[in-house]
């Protein structure tokens, strides 16, 4: 198993709905979790991290961590056509020397006007 | 605000060639990492580096190696550029235990 592991999508979701966005890890991971956004073109910006169990809330978006199940999930509420953009798991992996940044490949969402 | 910067937005190289891709961040941030980011495959780890001089091997690490001589810049190298390392690469810093940051990428193609 891929130590971060995503959809790949892509995921529709009308204008208004709320998108729902998984990933899951293997134990090989830490538990310090990041979402990226990434528009076309454009290299990766931090939407949230999370780092314990349970939700973490940040104006539309929502964090959610369970360590039970090995997943941590991205709600977006109030989808807007500007949150079109791949939207990538990210968590961190213990190398020989220090932590590596790994990445799911990315879920593609699309919310449609 | 964090800045991570890459030399080139846009490189054409030929096949055979050494080719330098340079980022400097002015966070003094200890961490920094070389990924490629391809059409389906996401990003993948190249290289990553925890200290000057310090280097750890990422995912695909074939063809490329790396030099951290001061704690702002991470090189990547290309010792001789096939095509197949035509790709998009992003360099990012981060603190340990904390978000990394990206810089704008660099779009290399290698004719």
């Known amino acids: 198993q891929k130590e971060v592991e995503q959809n790949s999508g892509p995921l529709s979701v009308p204008e208004g709905a709320i998108a729902s966005l998984n990933c899951t890890y293997s134990d090989r991971v830490s538990q310090s979790f990041f979402w990226y956004r ?42 807007q056509p500007s949150d079109s953009a791949t939207y990538l798991c990210a968590a961190l992996v213990r190398g020989a020397g220090s932590y590596q940044l790994t990445f799911g490949k990315g879920t593609k969402l699309s919310v449609i006007p | 605000d964090v800045k991570v910067t890459q030399s080139s937005r846009y490189l054409v190289k030929r096949t055979g060639e050494k080719v330098f891709l340079e980022c400097v961040q002015d966070m003094d941030h200890e961490n920094m990492f070389w990924y490629r980011q391809d059409p389906g495959l996401g990003l993948r780890l190249i290289y990553f580096s925890y200290d000057v001089k310090m280097k750890e091997k990422g995912d695909i690490p074939e ?13 990547l190298i290309l010792e001789s550029a096939s095509t197949n390392q035509t790709s998009m690469y992003l360099c990012a810093s981060k603190r340990s235990n904390t978000e990394a940051f990206f810089g704008q990428g660099t779009r290399l193609t290698v004719v």
Not at chain 1, 48 to 70: C, H, P, V
Request: hydrophobic letters at 25%; a positive charge; glycine letters at 8%.
């Open chain 1, 38 to 79: 990434q528009y076309s073109g454009k290299s990766p910006e931090l939407i949230m991290s999370i780092y314990s169990n349970g939700d973490k809330e940040d104006g539309r978006f929502t964090a959610q961590l369970n360590k039970a199940s090995q997943y941590v999930s991205l709600l977006i509420r109030d989808s």
């Open chain 2, 63 to 75: 063809g490329y190696s790396v030099s951290r001589e001061k704690k702002e810049r991470f090189s």
